[in-house]
C-alpha cells in the first residue's frame, strides 16, 4: 500500500546573520522524517536573485522528494534579508550562517550543500571546507567560479549540473574544470536552451530527485 503525502511543514523565517537578519524558507518532505538537510543558494543578488527562483525552486523541491528538509534562503539586502550587496564575500557568510542555523536545527542529519548560478559558487566555496557535508551540487556553474574556488581538499561527492547551451559557463569549459577535481566527482549535461535549463526543468529536477539512485546503482 503506497503511503500518503502528508501536508509538508512550511516555515518562514528570519535567521540571524553577520550583517542582520536573512529571509527563509525551511520546508520538509512530503514523506515521512527527512533523511538529510539541504540548503540551497540563490542566483546573483544584483540580477534579480532571490529563493524564489524557478532553478532554485526546482533544486530545492526534487531534494525534498528524494527525502530532504530544505532551507532556502535570500542573500544580504534580497527582498527582507537585511543589509546590501557585498560582492561575494560577505554572501559567501551568509551563507556559512544559514548552513550553521540548519545544522542546529537537525543536528543528526548529514548535510547536502547546493546552488544555482552565483549560488552553485557560493555552494562550492563553502564546500571547500568539507567537515560534515555529505555532496555538494552545481548547477549552472559560471565559468569565472572556475578559477575561484579551489577543491583541492573537497573530497566529498561533488556534482555538477549544466545546460547544454549556457552562456555563462560552456559544456567544455566545465568538463575542463571538473577533470582536474579530486573523485568523487560528476557532471550532467542537459539538453536546455540556456543558463535557467529553460525547456528542460522537468529534467533537472528528475535528476537532482535521483540522484542518490544513481549513486547506488
Same mark, same amino acid.
Given at each position: 500500500?503506497?503511503?500518503?503525502? =502528508? ?12 550583517? /542582520?537578519?536573512?529571509? @527563509? ?23 534579480? /536573485? ?9 533544486? @530545492? ?15 544580504? +539586502? ?8 557585498? /560582492? /561575494? ?12 542555523? &540548519?545544522?542546529? %536545527? ?27 557535508? %555529505?555532496?555538494?551540487? @552545481? ?9 575561484? =574556488? ?12 549544466? #545546460? ?21 566527482? #560528476? &557532471? ?10 529553460? +525547456? ?5 529536477? +528528475?535528476?537532482? #530527485? ?8
Amino acid at each position: 500500500m503506497t503511503a500518503s503525502p =502528508v501536508p509538508r511543514r512550511i516555515e518562514s523565517l528570519m535567521i540571524p546573520g553577520p550583517t /542582520g537578519k536573512l529571509e @527563509a524558507l525551511l520546508e520538509e518532505p512530503e514523506y515521512g522524517a527527512p533523511v538529510e538537510a539541504a540548503l540551497v543558494c540563490h542566483p546573483h543578488p544584483a540580477f534579480g /536573485g532571490s529563493m524564489h527562483n524557478k532553478v532554485v525552486f526546482r533544486l @530545492a523541491r526534487a531534494l525534498r522528494r528524494a527525502g530532504a528538509v530544505v532551507l532556502r534562503f535570500n542573500f544580504r +539586502g534580497v527582498n527582507q534579508s537585511e543589509g546590501s550587496y557585498s /560582492g /561575494g564575500i560577505g554572501e559567501l557568510e551568509d551563507a556559512r550562517c544559514a548552513l550553521g542555523w &540548519l545544522r542546529e %536545527r537537525y543536528p543528526k542529519l548529514s548535510t547536502t550543500l547546493a546552488g544555482f548560478s552565483f549560488g552553485a559558487g557560493i555552494a562550492l566555496q563553502l564546500a571547500s571546507s568539507p567537515e560534515g557535508l %555529505r555532496r555538494v551540487i @552545481a548547477a549552472g556553474l559560471p565559468a569565472r567560479f572556475t578559477t575561484a =574556488v579551489d577543491l583541492s581538499n573537497c573530497l566529498i561527492p561533488k556534482i555538477f549540473i549544466q #545546460s547544454s547551451h549556457d552562456e555563462f559557463g560552456s559544456v567544455e569549459e566545465l568538463r575542463s574544470f571538473v577533470g582536474q577535481l579530486p573523485e568523487p566527482k #560528476s &557532471l550532467h549535461v542537459i539538453e536546455a536552451a540556456d543558463h535557467f535549463f529553460t +525547456g528542460a526543468l522537468d529534467d533537472l529536477e +528528475g535528476l537532482v #530527485s535521483t540522484l542518490d539512485q544513481k549513486l547506488s546503482a
